[in-house]
């Protein structure tokens, strides 16, 4: 493999850092999360045109069909640029309609996301908050030429501004995955309060809503190899969003040290000041290794790129936490003000560390991963 970005993969990077710079300062970033639903429609517009929403679907639905690597290098800028709105959300529910089956149903669905027209997320949480297979309890009933949902999904990503919910629930076969229109009679959605306030998080409640046949993209073990697959992509992509948060963190808080001045010396002159932020640097260096690594992996097909996932996930959700906490005790007080970038930040990488599983999720997950294969073997 190649431990380096490729010439094309750089110059994606350098051109979402330009845009990004020019169409979403923290300045704008504020206004957007003051909002109910935290998405711009004409910064998403501006998002589709640069391809973000189609980076990995076919070109016959207007993707760049690219790979998982190009995601991880889209995702840091995101992050570090703290872009609000669902493109993580987003994605996550692409992938899973282009593992289905295709039909030209599905490809309607995924031209209309590609173009910025439509948005689509994942409710998997439920009383439980696992982020496993396991905690979900939600029942698909069958009746007739239908699917009867009666229960609710928590803490699911941007749906209020989702057209399509793709539901994870249980039926006749095991588990299977339900696209929920938005408008679809008998569904509530509700705003919860969250952390991050560039991201709102909504709870869903079902009230006997009847969902068509059809509209059962997957179930059994087909849609549990789907689940995994579009489960370790979306787990990279918040890991390299983590990068990019962790990268603004160190850049600013280097840059604080520099100029703030205590004694009359500058703060970074001071070794305890230095040590943090060498610290903070062995952690973001460690995390992109962790990520790009799983990325390739992930692009490759590589069996191992489930376990790679887990582990970028694990070091990235620990690595984002020790070292935004050592960016705001550099930063001190103003660190903790309203007015200084620092604790949007801070939130981002708060909810992202949970976000598809905290580390001891994905510690529990490797661990089962080698137990299973023991066993097999």
Known sequence: MEFDLSDTQKMMQQAARAFLSKECPTSKVRSIMETDTALDAEL???????????????????????????????????????????????????????????????????????????????????????????????????????????????????????????????????????????????????????????????EVVFHQARIADQQRLATGETFEEIWQRAYDIATVATCAELLGVMQWVLKTTVEYAQTRKQFGKAIGSFQAVQHRCADMLLLLESSRSATYYAAWMLTENEPEGTAAASIAKTYCSDAARVLCDHGMQVHGGIGFTWEHDLHLFYKRAKASEIFLGDANHHRQRLAERLIGGAISG
């Open 44 to 202: 998403w517009k501006s998002i589709a045109g640069q391809g973000w929403l189609a980076i990995t679907l076919p070109e016959h639905v207007g993707g760049l069909e690219l790979g998982i690597v190009e995601v991880a290098v889209i995702a840091e800028e995101a992050g570090r640029a703290y872009l609000p709105g669902p493109w993580l959300a987003n994605l996550w529910a692409s992938t899973l309609i282009q593992a289905c089956a295709r039909t030209t149903e599905h490809d309607a669905w995924l031209s209309a996301m590609a173009t910025g027209d439509s948005i689509a997320t994942v409710a998997l949480l439920e009383d439980s908050a696992q982020w496993s297979l396991d905690g979900v309890e939600l029942v698909a009933r069958r009746d007739g030429a239908h699917y009867v949902l009666d229960g609710r999904k928590q803490l699911v990503c941007d749906a209020a501004v989702a057209k399509r919910l793709l539901c994870v629930v249980r039926d006749v076969d095991g588990f299977a995955l339900l696209a929920v229109d938005r408008e679809t009679p008998g569904v509530e959605i509700l705003p919860t309060p969250g952390l991050d306030l560039t991201r709102k998080l909504n």
